[in-house]
């Protein structure tokens, strides 16, 4: 064999070594991560809904599974699992196999306010256990006021409850519940003295914020709305960032005179904490488009919600900054557990 023939084959597994078989693997290997993504989801697809079927949260999440399942071609299933004010669903999913097939519709009460609410604290950890896909959408709260108050703007309520201190009450639906929550974000930032009032329930306590047992209350949309319009209610100002096309004429905390204030129920998509990257993906891309769904924006827009689609990274710092937020608001306030 020559030197010419020598040189010319080690040349030819040179350009094998170096070139052409790292190709071969490089595309292989991209063949198998794109295979994978594209496999995703292989069968049912399981939504754990923490809370019981009629609720927003439940609503939202069978008007997004729905057409997420139209997307991917394979059906997302709601599932129930209430109780423990939406812990036991949480903590099930915290729990879950990290493989895109069990996913939570998680929402503030379970995520941000339960994980910094004195002892008891739930199993599972927001941040430690939970990879974040998206926020779906925000309902805010409106500050209502009984008809007696004599306040018709934010300035004059603020007036009002400065001149008579601690004589003034404000209703919830419960201890540690949102609405509860949104007067004593209220009461810091303001530096306010009103005496809150819970009670069992939403109902009740618009039923007694009607009658006049009580003065002031945040509430949903959904159950004020009616009372606005037949003067049974008067809204003061919403706690959303931007005035809700529900209540168009109702301004917001934040630009009648308590800059900053921000406080709503949201409701968002979230996996197990080891799901692979390409899932979430996946699962961010579909429900991103179920929003441009005409029944998924009827439920959303029935609800008084307005959709608040992210990043994961975008989510992920709207937890930490949720937590911190309400831990240092109940703190401040002194709250405890019954």
Not at 79 to 102: C, K, L, P
Not at 315 to 333: G, H, P, S, V, Y
């Amino acid at each position: 064999m020559s030197i010419k023939t020598i040189t010319y084959n080690y040349n030819r597994q040179r350009l094998l070594m170096l070139v052409i078989i790292p190709m071969l693997i490089a595309m292989a290997l991209l063949h198998t991560i794109s295979a994978h993504a594209q496999a995703y989801p292989r069968r049912p697809v399981t939504i754990v809904v923490p809370f019981p079927p009629g609720a927003a949260t439940d609503s939202f999440a069978r008007a997004a599974g729905k057409r997420m399942s139209e997307l991917l071609g394979q059906q997302f299933i709601i599932d129930n699992r209430s109780g423990a004010s939406g812990r036991i669903g949480t903590d099930f999913v915290a729990r879950a196999a990290a493989d895109g097939y069990t996913l939570l519709w998680g929402s503030s009460g379970p995520l941000v306010i339960s994980p910094v609410w004195g002892d008891g604290k739930p199993p599972y950890d927001t941040l430690r256990d939970f990879a974040p896909v998206s926020v779906f959408a925000k309902i805010p709260f409106i500050l209502v006021v009984h008809p007696s108050v004599p306040a018709t703007n934010l300035k004059q309520l603020l007036a009002v409850v400065k001149s008579r201190p601690g004589k003034l009450t404000y209703a919830s639906s419960g201890i540690g519940g949102t609405s509860h929550l949104a007067g004593e974000l209220f009461k810091s930032m303001a530096k306010l003295d009103i005496l809150h009032v819970p009670y069992k329930g939403t109902s009740i306590f618009a039923t007694e914020l009607i009658a006049g047992q009580v003065d002031i209350a945040f509430a949903g949309p959904t159950t004020t709305l009616q009372h606005l319009q037949t003067g049974r209610m008067r809204g003061i100002a919403i706690t959303s960032t931007t005035r809700s096309p529900l209540v168009p004429n109702i301004p917001t905390l934040h630009e009648s005179g308590v800059p900053g204030y921000e406080f709503t129920q949201w409701y968002a998509l979230l996996t197990p904490v080891k799901v692979p990257g390409d899932i979430i993906s996946t699962l961010h891309g579909a429900l991103l488009k179920s929003i441009d769904d005409a029944d998924v924006k009827k439920r959303v827009g029935v609800e008084g919600g307005v959709f608040a689609p992210g990043t994961p990274e975008q989510f992920a710092a709207f937890l930490r900054l949720e937590l911190d937020k309400n831990a240092k608001m109940i703190q401040a306030a002194g709250l405890k557990r019954d």
